[in-house]
């Protein structure tokens, strides 16, 4: 039987589904401690003086740690990968000010967390406020003060780029549309919050670090640097997570602290987040805004774009990717598609008096949202179908299409799965059914978006295995004949022990259930820095596990083809037992020969290599599709101009992401993403008043959508170049990377008769009723 391609039932869910995964926090030690933090009220003060000794007092206290102790403890925060942005010098507790309302100013550590809870309201800090630095205006004023005194001013990060001839383009255009495009601060909102357990062991000098991780090398890495550990005295575990989307990526101030604690009293100590916690630091994402221009003809012909683009990136910079690292992908990717003959892309990173920026799926969205809004509005200024701009500028995919920012386009699917997806919504019916509506007074609406993402890219990105060198992975033969295959990958909930068993099983010939995958832990997996993210799961470890187990399956073949006195390429494994072809009486069990390798290696035929593990990097090679996923959505909806309510009729899906692993879980990653797609534009905002005040801090405030609130989501594949033994492309992220685009385009379009100009991604009910002119703008 072949798996790849086969809806196999996920093996992680007969523990998740029934309540018997391990997470972090059901993790109990002996003499385990548990930590609490006093996070700051205000968003940016000087800490004139803070008083622990009520608290040093307090029932169950084992430790009191402030900044200046745990500056004390530890190194300054390294930011490796810092790509040009300004790096402070930072702590795990800030030294001399708080920079963001919910900085930790101190960390308690007690029996039991009750009792840091309390004890942290006994500690008296004294502030002296300073004013806040919450928006982009008052970043760029020179007037305002500085959130790191030591860079001068609150930019961080720039660049500029252009290609092409973009004053050629402007010079030639018929009209410039231009438009002010805005995203608003989101949060990844995992189920599982972030969570460790540090056990520090004093005598050997080892730390073993529980984590709820995307990322355990990384960590591992951080940790050592900051405690000044050797790292082979570091290891870091990571069993069940409960999702991540980005966050668990980076390595946060309170993890860092929880290891300096442990050291500290000598004992494990657990810290869990909580929900509101989560909410205020744990970090949130996409703030970013775009003044851009198009340069177009009177036919819908695009010309150019320029594009200046603003992000926040709050207080400190993220470990160890720093927000500006995304703005690299929006400048290369946000020309999509289509045809260009000049751009230019300029960035300025600004730092804030709000929580940290990090990674939420896609963090290159912003490129997708402004391109399609763009030509959407590009279509209403020309008075042209947004779908015919679109199909007048899009690539075909041909050998010599590329980006305007150079990368090869070559075998992208974009026209295609506009036009199927226009197919599958019916858009030609809608458009009447649209009209008819809006003489009744109905207001509906139709949008979609297109997009491409590198998934691993083009050939020219791979080479050598892209940025970080490849992937590993090993691939060892038990001596039952059963499989254990080790990935660098870090799963939260992808299904990768699923998927990856599912390679391996077919390529080796066992049975699926022959086959485990290990994952999250520093002392067995191969090495990677930023483990599970990216997309890299689909080509970058299947191509890893498929490479080991090929390897693995030839040194067994050998071995086999010595005993049996025949050709290796005249056998086969087939349900783990080795068949001659055409001779099925001579068959070998797989665990026949793995026993003799290990418990006799020495009657193994002569030359033969009795160790049954490799592990091999993959690189990119093999693979034959284009490295482009993509795919355009579809999606209606009809507005309630009483409410400002937006109910999304139909929601369609074209996705194309190569050859499909598990159709069932590549669905289910879609459906997920444009989940979280449609609650960003529709319920979602981290919001921030004008003093860096924080007004989302439970669910009460922060509204994120149910089961009630999203549609059917309807998919269909395209699987161009199916038959490549590698074309299997990622897919993680493109649900939440179109979706907003996709409702947003249809906000705006049900919203037309009443001239509404949508430039903000966020449309809760009362912008939708300013937008509509119902209510006036408050």
């Known amino acids: ?62 430790g009191v740690f402030t900044g200046a102790e745990m500056a004390g403890m530890t190194a300054p925060i390294e930011v490796a990968m810092a790509m040009g942005t300004k790096v402070p010098t930072f702590h795990a507790l800030p030294t001399d000010k708080v920079r963001f309302v919910g900085d930790p100013v101190a960390m308690v550590v007690a029996e039991s967390r009750y009792q840091a809870e309390d004890a942290c309201e006994l500690i008296e800090v004294d502030y002296d406020p300073l004013p806040a630095v919450a928006t982009y205006e008052a970043a760029l004023d020179p007037s305002s003060p500085t959130v790191f005194d030591e860079h001068g001013d609150n930019v961080v990060f720039r660049s500029e780029a252009s290609f092409g001839d973009p004053d050629g383009a402007f010079s030639r255009a018929d009209r410039v549309v231009s438009a002010t495009l805005r995203q608003h601060r989101v949060a990844n909102v995992p189920m599982e919050t972030r969570g460790a357990v540090a056990d520090y062991d004093s005598g050997s000098g080892e730390l073993t670090y529980h984590a709820a991780t995307q990322g355990p090398h990384g960590l591992r890495m951080v940790l050592a640097a900051t405690l000044r550990l050797p790292l082979e005295r570091v290891r870091v575990l990571a069993r069940d997570i409960g999702g991540a989307f980005g966050l668990k990526g980076f390595v946060s101030r309170e993890e860092l602290a929880v290891a300096a ?162 197919e599958m919504i019916g858009y030609d019916a809608f458009r009447k059914e649209q009209a008819d509506a809006r003489k009744e007074g109905r207001c509906l609406g139709i949008g979609f978006a297109t997009f491409i993402e590198a998934a691993p890219g083009p050939p020219e990105m791979r080479m050598g295995g892209g940025m970080f060198g490849g992937e590993r992975a090993k691939v060892r033969l038990e001596a039952d004949g059963h499989l254990v295959v080790v990935t660098a990958q870090s799963p939260h909930g992808q299904g990768h022990e699923t998927t990856l068993a599912q390679v391996a099983a077919d390529e080796m010939g066992v049975p699926f259930d022959h086959v485990r995958v290990l994952h999250g832990d520093t002392n067995i997996t191969p090495f990677s820095l930023i483990g599970t993210g990216g997309s890299r799961a689909s080509t970058w470890a299947s191509g890893a596990v498929l490479m080991s187990t090929r390897k693995l399956k030839e040194r067994v073949l050998g071995i086999a083809a010595e005993l049996l006195e025949i050709s290796a390429d005249d056998l086969e494994i087939t349900d783990g037992v080795i068949v001659p072809r055409g001779v099925p009486g001579r068959s070998l069990p797989l665990a026949q020969i793995a026993q003799q390798a290990y418990m006799a290696p020495g009657s193994l035929p002569p030359g033969s290599e009795p160790v049954l593990e490799v592990h091999e990097t993959f690189t990119g090679e093999g693979i034959t599709g284009s490295g482009w996923s993509g795919g355009t959505h579809a999606c209606t909806v009809e507005i309630d101009i009483g ?38 534009v529709l319920y979602e905002h981290s919001a921030y008043d004008e003093e860096g005040q924080y007004l989302a801090g439970t669910f009460m405030d922060y509204l994120v959508p149910t089961a009630a609130e999203i549609p059917v989501i309807e998919i269909d594949h395209l699987e161009t170049d199916p038959d490549g033994e590698l074309g299997f492309r990622g897919v993680g992220e493109a649900g939440a990377v179109v979706a907003p685009a996709t409702v947003s385009n249809a906000v705006a379009d049900a919203l037309a008769p009443f001239g509404a100009r949508v430039w903000d991604q966020y449309l809760p009910p009362n912008r939708v009723l300013e937008l509509a002119g119902v209510v006036a703008p408050g």
Request: proline letters at 5%; a neutral charge.
């Open 261 to 422: 604690a442990s050291r500290a009293v000598g004992a494990p100590v657990k810290w869990i987040e909580d929900r509101n916690e989560h909410l205020l630091a744990s970090g949130q994402a996409r703030e970013e805004m775009m003044e851009v221009e198009a340069a177009v003809k009177s036919d819908g012909t695009l010309l150019g774009i320029r594009a200046h683009m603003l992000m926040d990136q709050g207080a400190y910079p993220a470990v160890p990717f720093p927000s500006a690292m995304f703005t690299g992908l929006m400048q290369m990717l946000l020309p999509g598609p289509y045809r260009l003959e000049g751009y230019t892309f300029d960035v300025k990173v600004v730092c804030t008096n709000k929580c940290w920026y990090v990674a939420y799926r896609g963090p290159w969205e912003m490129e997708t949202w402004v391109r399609e809004r763009l030509l959407d509005i590009v279509a209403a200024e020309l008075g042209i179908d947004p779908a015919e701009v679109r199909r007048r500028n899009m690539v075909d995919g041909d050998p010599d299409d590329r980006l305007i920012t150079g990368l090869s386009l070559a075998g992208v699917s974009s026209r295609q799965s506009l036009d199927r997806a226009l």
């Open 1 to 62: 039987m072949r798996f790849v391609g086969a809806k196999v039932e996920r093996v992680e869910d007969r523990r998740i589904l029934t309540g018997r995964g391990h997470y972090v926090d059901d993790l109990k030690l002996p003499h385990m401690l548990h930590a609490a933090f006093l996070r700051s009220p205000v968003a940016h003060a000087v800490i004139a003086s803070i008083d622990t000794s009520a608290a040093r007092q307090a029932p169950g206290v084992v």
């Open 643 to 680: 409410t400002g309510q937006v109910r999304i009729g139909r929601y369609v899906v074209v996705e194309d992401c190569g050859r499909v692993i598990n159709p069932a879980i590549v669905e289910g990653q879609i459906r997920g993403g444009v989940t979280q797609g449609i609650g960003e």
